[in-house]
């Protein structure tokens, strides 16, 4: 498997012991791992990082598992598999009723976890073009179609844009007031693929304000900020 198709994988886990070795047999078997040791450290990797499955502790410092999955629920459809030391069945069906994808209890065999992610995975995989259905980003009347993968402008017209641009965009559009840095927009759109001194954020969203600045030397929609990185302004709106 190749580094851009390795699927990131988040392990929100308090127990140092369990995170670190579930982190180090995932990455022997071609995950990208980002461990949270609880809701806050959870959201920021999520704020800064494409997660594409979530391994949620139930028990967990602060809000516990189970709130966190409804909460994640209530934004986000990205797979959650969720790991306990309970066994009770109760647990289990309230996990699965607040929407997580799966559940596996405490002690587990690793080679288990892993086929369980991939099993998420591939269903999730299967499913996308679904999922995708019906979702529009609109900002300062401009819309991006999700499902359709089109930019339109705010006449309805459709404005040619690459693949890179459009995920490039779409990653801004995800995080509207948010000053992200160049290394945070190349692992949200490009997995890490590309290389340390890669500089291919700031040609692409040079391409981006020629489609939809009013002036391009001075943007208001995506804005430069000095040793930090780029700041999408416009409020966004979902359909």
């Given at each position: 498997m190749t580094q851009s198709a390795a699927p990131h994988i988040l392990v929100v886990e308090d127990d140092r012991e369990i995170s670190a070795l579930v982190a180090r047999y995932l990455r022997g078997n071609d995950c990208r791992v980002t461990i949270a040791g609880d809701g806050r450290e959870m959201d920021r990797a999520l704020a800064e990082s494409r997660i594409d499955l979530i391994v949620l502790d139930l028990m967990l410092p602060g809000e516990d598992g189970f709130s966190l999955c409804r909460r994640l629920r209530e934004t986000s459809q990205i797979p959650i598999l969720m790991l306990t030391a309970k066994s009770e069945e109760v647990d289990r069906i309230l996990g699965l009723e607040l929407g997580a994808d799966d559940y596996l209890g405490k002690p587990f065999n690793p080679r288990e976890l892993l086929a369980?992610?991939?099993?998420?995975?591939?269903?999730?995989?299967?499913?996308?073009?679904?999922?995708?259905?019906?979702?529009?980003?609109?900002?300062?009347?401009?819309?991006?179609?999700?499902?359709?993968?089109?930019?339109?402008?705010?006449?309805?017209?459709?404005?040619?844009?690459?693949?890179?641009?459009?995920?490039?965009?779409?990653?801004?559009?995800?995080?509207?007031?948010?000053?992200?840095?160049?290394?945070?927009?190349?692992?949200?759109?490009?997995?890490?693929?590309?290389?340390?001194?890669?500089?291919?954020?700031?040609?692409?969203?040079?391409?981006?304000r020629q489609k939809i600045e009013r002036d391009t030397r001075n943007p208001e929609y995506i804005r430069t900020i000095r040793s930090g990185g780029y700041l999408f302004t416009p409020e966004v709106t979902r359909s």
């Open positions: 369980r992610i991939r099993a998420i995975l591939r269903r999730v995989s299967a499913e996308a073009p679904e999922e995708d259905e019906r979702k529009r980003l609109h900002f300062a009347g401009w819309t991006l179609d999700v499902s359709l993968r089109q930019l339109l402008s705010p006449e309805g017209a459709r404005v040619a844009i690459t693949g890179a641009e459009f995920d490039l965009l779409h990653a801004l559009c995800l995080r509207p007031g948010r000053v992200l840095s160049r290394d945070q927009l190349l692992d949200l759109t490009q997995g890490r693929a590309a290389g340390p001194f890669e500089r291919s954020i700031d040609v692409l969203v040079s391409r981006i």
